[in-house]
């Protein structure tokens, strides 16, 4: 982790960093290397859990060992065991951890609170580990460890607890959109479900449609049989999307949706779109080269477009949506985009009648523009990407002018709220801005004996506010975990809106910069400061790992593969505790 201040690392503390700085030098130095000390930028790198104290030692005065304290150095931050045991925590306690906006009584429905500043556990999803989580504007969803599916929120229902909605169907991922809830299977099937509890009512038990029944031959009789995906009533509500469009041997390997569209990823780097409502292209969104949509069937909007023209022959990896545009990323690399433009979330460099609202994809070559190039430069390479809202964010990898690797971190769009994280509240922001606090970020990594880059394990981006999650060296072992000792995990920096709290500071004002957020367990402990106001305890994600886990609904054990997760809504955030498909 990277230290860009003055001020030391605590003892007994894994990286822990205050309020950084963009790093202003390219030069870093080595000191005692052997005590995990480094000395980065101007700032300080600690690696290891030692008890020495950098700069100088000191034996404590008599009355302050009689005291049962040692006097603290000025420059020490101090810490709690919150901090350092909170990854353990996360392995041994399972949850589903909610922050920010309430209006929608998706943190706590019987809660007349609007705003929950801190996490606050769900108890419905209590000690579980789920496989995934999606926020709408006004309803969430999630996929239990068996992959079934519940929703809730305001924009479902009226009713307290999560509703069982999708069953029996093995799920492995949710995308939610203003008005509906699609739902991937372990096999590449995708379904669809009206986020609203009522129009699932009205919809429910109806017979699939004969384009579907053929398309999708024996696995019809498969959805249709006894073991159909139902709701806790019995209600077959999912539709599924039409298979028309892929070939032999493919399948849809992810999702990802906008507010009235939704965008999908092949085995075989195509790119599928459909709308989800009357306003799915509207915006250009489908990247189809048209602002038309042809008229939903009785079952809804359930055909696929094939995203083509600059993406012939491209293979695609990944995909994400904002509100009204999209972004998809090649495995060489490139970045393409297409949809809204009118607040520069293309990254395009403009927002005139050409590119403002864009209906196929471009290629991002402002990314290379930076360096003077209008190619793809060597050793570049996109290796992330993000949306949300009116905002576009990109993680590259590159090598700089020193011939070293790097990761850095850019973005384009709405700055109102401070989500560019370029310390700035701009309205828009047309070309790529690169996020300095996150960027060109190294360590010692004491097993390589080396210095290494710190990547981007993550990018979450909700409408407003943003998170991102460091690739920090952590000390758990993907194998096994032994959470008798203190365990560090991944560093998270979050920026943007923040009048609910979904920053995670426990605050309202909006953020420009990249700071902490506070711990899961912020709602229940005493809010560790040091003498300047600084918040000590920060999160910290727990990586990637092997647990013991109660399976649910009964009293086996099982070894799973697991980690915690971020994501972001609409005013609102969570971390839960994720199980992985094993490698």
């Not at 995934?132 to 307290?160: K, L």
């Not at 013991?548 to 971390?575: F, H, L, W, Y």
Request: glycine content about 10%; some cysteine; charged content about 20%.
């Amino acid at each position: 982790m990277f230290h860009a201040t003055t001020r030391t690392l605590a003892p007994r503390v894994r990286c822990y960093a205050t309020r950084a700085q963009p790093i202003r030098s390219a030069n870093a130095l080595a000191i005692g290397a052997g005590l995990g000390l480094l000395l980065t930028a101007g700032g300080i790198v600690h690696n290891d859990a030692s008890n020495w104290i950098p700069w100088k030692k000191s034996t404590p005065a008599p009355q302050d060992v009689a005291a049962g304290h040692e006097k603290q150095d000025p420059n020490i931050t101090p810490t709690s065991w919150d901090q350092q045991n909170q990854v353990n925590r996360g392995l041994k306690e399972p949850g589903l951890f909610l922050w920010g906006d309430n209006t929608t009584k998706i943190i706590q429905s019987s809660s007349s609170k609007q705003s929950f500043p801190y996490p606050h556990q769900h108890e419905f999803f209590r000690g579980q580990y789920l496989r995934d989580v999606a926020f709408g504007p006004d309803h969430a969803v999630t996929v239990d460890y068996h992959g079934n599916v519940y929703q809730w929120g305001v924009g479902h229902s009226q009713v307290e607890q999560p509703n069982l909605t999708l069953a029996n169907g093995d799920i492995v991922q949710v995308a939610a959109s203003a008005s509906n809830v699609y739902a991937l299977s372990k096999s590449g099937h995708l379904y669809v479900l009206p986020a609203a509890a009522s129009s699932q009512e009205e919809h429910a038990d109806r017979s699939l449609p004969k384009e579907l029944q053929k398309s999708s031959g024996s696995w019809v009789s498969w959805l249709m049989g006894s073991s159909k995906p139902v709701n806790g009533q019995g209600h077959a509500y999912a539709v599924p999307m039409e298979q028309n469009m892929l070939k032999s041997g493919e399948r849809i390997t992810s999702i990802a949706t906008g507010l009235h569209h939704v965008l999908a990823v092949t085995s075989s780097g195509r790119v599928l779109s459909a709308p989800a409502d009357v306003k799915g292209n509207e915006r250009g969104q489908l990247g189809t080269g048209t602002f038309d949509i042809e008229a939903p069937s009785e079952y809804g909007y359930i055909k696929w477009n094939v995203v083509n023209d600059t993406l012939d022959g491209v293979k695609v990896v990944e995909a994400a949506a904002g509100h009204y545009h999209s972004v998809v990323r090649s495995e060489d690399g490139r970045v393409f985009t297409f949809g809204a433009n009118n607040f520069g979330q293309l990254g395009q460099g403009d927002v005139g009648v050409a590119k403002g609202q864009c209906n196929y994809p471009l290629e991002v070559r402002m990314l290379y523009s930076l360096s003077g190039r209008a190619s793809k430069p060597p050793g570049f390479a996109c290796s992330r990407i993000a949306a949300g809202g009116e905002n576009s964010y990109f993680v590259v990898d590159k090598i700089d002018k020193q011939k070293r690797s790097v990761t850095e971190v850019y973005s384009a769009g709405m700055g109102q709220y401070g989500q560019l994280g370029n310390a700035m509240y701009s309205q828009l922001q047309l070309t790529p801005v690169k996020v300095k606090e996150i960027s060109n970020n190294s360590e010692y990594d004491e097993k390589s004996g080396k210095m290494v880059p710190i990547g981007i394990a993550d990018m979450v981006a909700g409408a407003t506010h943003v998170f991102s999650v460091l690739d920090n060296v952590t000390n758990v072992d993907e194998r096994t975990v032994d959470t008798t000792k203190p365990n560090f995990g991944h560093d998270v920096y979050g920026w943007g809106h923040n009048f609910h709290s979904q920053v995670g500071n426990g605050k309202r004002n909006n953020i420009a910069t990249p700071i902490h957020p506070e711990t899961l367990m912020a709602e229940q402990e005493p809010h560790s400061k040091d003498v300047n106001s600084i918040v000590v305890n920060r999160l910290q994600l727990a990586p990637v790992t092997h647990v013991k886990v109660k399976v649910p609904g009964s009293n086996k054990e099982q070894t799973a593969r697991v980690d915690q997760k971020m994501v972001a809504g609409v005013g609102i955030s969570t971390v839960y505790s994720r199980v992985l498909p094993e490698k």
